[in-house]
């Protein structure tokens, strides 16, 4: 008996005293995301940047409308971001959201110790562009956590017909 109320005075202490992390939405006319509440956020022309303060990494999200780019090019696109060699195979559909389609791609800059992750929604001439760029060191653990609980709250708001 002794030793149920002991784990159960134990977990209810963790439960109890451990911090959630709070956190705030940045929203804009066509999208919202969620992030820390310790993390900056910059809007430069229309290409927001969320980061910590540290700045050890970054989401970025731009979005372009009127683009006139056919979706047997995204994949090329994206891999354009980035310079880089692979195989469109990498770019992966992973579905639609909202009637957009949606793409991923992870990239390593091996000359800069990046990881990048890219996610791109696009219907008809509406296109989202959300990047993860974080430090090697710093992609294990708490940080890959927060930047991907970010990234993936991003949503999409109903975007009027222009």
């Excluded at 992973?94 to 389609?101: A, E, R, W, Y």
């Excluded at 791609?105 to 791109?120: A, I, Q, S």
């Excluded at 709250?153 to 975007?159: D, E, L, Q, T, V």
Aim: proline fraction near 2%; charged fraction near 25%.
């Amino acid at each position: 008996m002794k030793k149920y109320l002991f784990i159960f005075t134990v977990l209810w202490s963790v439960c109890t005293f451990s911090q959630q992390l709070r956190t705030e939405i940045y929203e804009t006319e066509n999208y919202s995301i969620e992030t820390p509440d310790t993390w900056k956020v910059t809007n430069d022309q229309g290409i927001v940047n969320i980061f910590p303060t540290n700045q050890i990494g970054a989401i970025t999200i731009s979005e372009y409308h009127h683009l006139d780019l056919p979706k047997s090019e995204v994949k090329n696109f994206i891999l354009a971001l980035y310079h880089s060699s692979d195989d469109e195979k990498k770019v992966k559909n992973t579905g639609s959201k909202k009637g957009f389609s949606e793409y991923q791609y992870e990239y390593f800059d091996e000359k800069e110790k990046l990881f990048w992750f890219t996610k791109v929604y696009q219907k008809n001439t509406d296109l989202f562009l959300l990047t993860i760029n974080c430090q090697q060191k710093h992609w294990n653990g708490n940080y890959m956590k927060l930047f991907k609980e970010s990234f993936d709250s991003f949503k999409i708001k109903k975007i009027n017909d222009y």
